[in-house]
């Protein structure tokens, strides 16, 4: 019955992603109608960017003199179709220009993630076991401090430090450009590179795990059973990792999962900060080249990634939460 | 009241806090008196290294940093606390409805909010702002409509709470009619923690205008913090403390309001005080 009841939560939720999906689309295209001027001229970019010829093919192409249902109707048609338009000032499709930069930014995104969620955790957990100390007392006040810093001055800062001063670490890029390097060497080139955006990236967001876990591992310390566990005489290391901290991390999961968003946002500064050639850095183009439709087509794939996202969370915390039964 | 304060200022970081935002009020305030002319302006040589002439030394064209670091000030509040009064009257609006009436319409209401809630908030703020132009209304309005799902789920799960205590039936009862019920008997009552909400939302109100306009998307016509250090990244290597001074201001700001939303929050649930705090 269990596999039968998960099977049922994945497929409810699947249809909730696509359902958000879709409204996205629908916000997408009613944007692009909402904005100042001819729509034509704005899935096109700012005004004078395309000439006549285009917008009148513009035009035929999303229907714009049907009536607004229609041309719903053939937006949504091609964007299932993953046809997100075609960026006039790259003259390239959008598609192709979002894809080719997923790889950049699913690598700085997963990296920061994991390592804020294992620091944040380690760190917050650290400071539980050790309340009053001055570790705890360390870490509580910087959780708090980097909680209240915009993540691009950081990143700058860092720079200053780490590559001006230091020269520890490049500042820019994902790779060294114009050198033969075997695939084990251009790996760990890009590992490199990866440090100084991860990082910067990863420091709000320990901050926020950090704080939580702390509070919650506190809350959880006093429950009933706990103190069973306690009681049973197992050592304090067993009760950590089997009763407390498996139930102080479900408030950490779930907001891990409603930070998703904040995370691929944040990836938009980073990827800015340090030229990281990801989705991120693609959008801060899009703005300066006032290139509506390619900026539509980022915010669209953020989105897909962060229901991707929210769907794996919901899964992980049905598997760590020993109280639930998911579906049942 | 003075009982509040009293609750209020055994936290010692919301005093701490309180202290520094009445600073960066005061600094607001004074800046047209402090620094006249034009943040804008060249007023000195480029390039003044701080500690000099100039407190905080020059930009590449000769403005002060002090002077856009106080004017900056006057946005950065403003933003903040516009966006958030606007965002907390939507988010309470819609999470009163949802939470009163229940049913079909709480259905609805709460899947707009998830909606909302799901969509990465800052990619969509940049949207709204680039498709919208920059200014200063399209800044506030982006960050209002990014910002007011939680504040609507929050009232909306006090509404549920205390829509079926005796006060509120007795209420319906006597056959007031839902918005004055809604008005005055049960959002006087769902206040408190909207209130904490929202100090923290100021905060994160003013990081979201800094990293707008850090990307280019701040108002054209009014100095911020954001801008000031976006345009500093060019000459970072040479000028530090162009970047590096908004970016204390900023940390200051933001600091002072976390601090204070939590010393509410402390001082408005004196049982949940405590907890997680030795």
């Known amino acids: 019955m269990r596999s039968v009841g998960r099977l049922d939560f994945v497929a409810r939720r699947l249809l909730k992603s696509v359902a958000i999906l879709l409204a996205i689309v629908v916000m997408n295209f009613l944007l ?13 970019g700012e005004a004078g960017a395309a000439d006549e010829k285009y917008i009148a093919q513009l035009r035929e192409q999303f229907g714009l003199d049907q009536p607004l249902t229609t041309q719903l109707a053939v937006y949504v048609g091609n964007v299932v179709r993953f046809d997100l338009g075609y960026s006039y000032r790259n003259q390239r499709t959008v598609a192709d220009m979002v894809g080719e930069r997923l790889p950049a930014t699913l690598l700085l995104t997963v990296t920061a993630f994991v390592v804020a969620l294992g620091l944040g955790v380690g760190l917050g957990v650290m400071a539980a076991t050790r309340v009053g100390t001055w570790a705890d007392s360390v870490i509580t006040v910087a959780a708090l401090g980097f909680y209240a810093t915009p993540l691009f001055w950081v990143g700058l800062m860092a720079i200053l430090l780490f590559s001006v001063n230091l020269g520890w670490l490049p500042a820019f890029g994902m790779q060294t450009l114009g050198t033969q390097m075997t695939s084990w060497q251009r790996a760990l080139d890009i590992a490199h590179h990866l440090v100084l955006p991860a990082m910067t990236l ?5 901050a926020i795990y950090a704080r939580l876990t702390r509070a919650s ?37 779930t ?32 703005l300066l080249q006032r290139d509506y439709n390619l900026l539509l087509g980022v915010f669209f794939l953020t989105s897909v990634m962060v229901i991707v996202f929210n769907l794996v969370t919901d899964l992980v915390y049905s598997l760590v939460d020993p109280r639930i039964e998911v579906g049942a | 009241m003075s009982e509040f304060w009293h609750r209020y200022r055994r936290n010692k970081g919301a005093v701490v806090g309180l202290a520094l935002l009445v600073l960066v009020v005061l600094l607001a305030l004074a800046a047209p008196l402090a620094f006249p002319a034009s943040p804008w302006e060249m007023t000195g040589p480029p390039f003044q290294r701080p500690l000099g002439d100039y407190l905080l030394g020059t930009d590449m064209l000769g403005r002060e940093i002090l002077s856009g670091i106080v004017h900056g000030a006057r ?52 949207v709204l702002v680039a498709i919208f132009r920059p200014s200063i209304i399209s800044i506030v309005a982006a960050i209002a409509i990014v910002s007011w799902p939680p504040v609507a789920r929050l009232v909306r799960g006090e509404f549920l709470t205390l829509r079926g205590r005796e006060f509120v039936q007795a209420a319906v009862v006597i056959g007031e009619s839902h918005l004055k019920i809604i008005l005055s008997q049960i959002l006087p009552n769902a206040m408190s923690p909207v209130i904490v909400m929202a100090s ?55 600091l002072a309001l976390n601090l204070v939303g939590e010393g509410l929050s402390d001082a408005m649930n004196p049982r949940l005080a405590r907890k997680g705090r030795a």
């Open chain 1, 32 to 44: 692009i109608r909402l904005a100042p001027g001819d729509p034509a001229s704005v899935i096109a």
């Open chain 1, 202 to 206: 990863a420091v709000f967001f320990v």
């Open chain 1, 217 to 253: 591992m506190l809350e959880v310390q006093d429950m009933d059973f706990v103190r069973t566990a306690r009681a049973k005489g197992l050592t304090p290391t067993r009760i950590l990792r089997a009763h407390t901290l498996r139930n102080a991390i479900l408030p950490v999961i």
């Open chain 1, 255 to 286: 907001f891990a999962g409603i930070q998703a968003g904040q995370l691929v946002g944040g990836s938009i500064v980073i990827e800015t900060v340090f030229a990281w050639p990801g989705i991120g850095r693609l959008a801060f183009e899009a």
């Open chain 2, 75 to 126: 946005v950065s509040l403003m933003v903040g606390v516009v966006s958030t009064v606007v965002a907390v009257s939507l988010g309470i609006a819609l999470g009163a409805l949802a939470g009163y009436f229940g049913g079909a319409i709480d259905d609805a209401l709460m899947r707009f909010t998830e909606f909302f809630q799901t969509i990465p908030s800052f990619v969509f703020a940049i």
């Open chain 2, 200 to 254: 923290l939302m100021i905060a994160s109100a003013i990081l979201l205008e800094s990293a707008l306009s850090f990307l280019g998307l701040g108002d054209p016509n009014m100095m911020s913090w954001g801008y000031m250090i976006g345009a500093s990244r060019s000459v970072m290597r040479q000028a530090w403390w162009m970047s590096t001074f908004p970016g204390i201001a900023i940390f200051l700001t933001v």
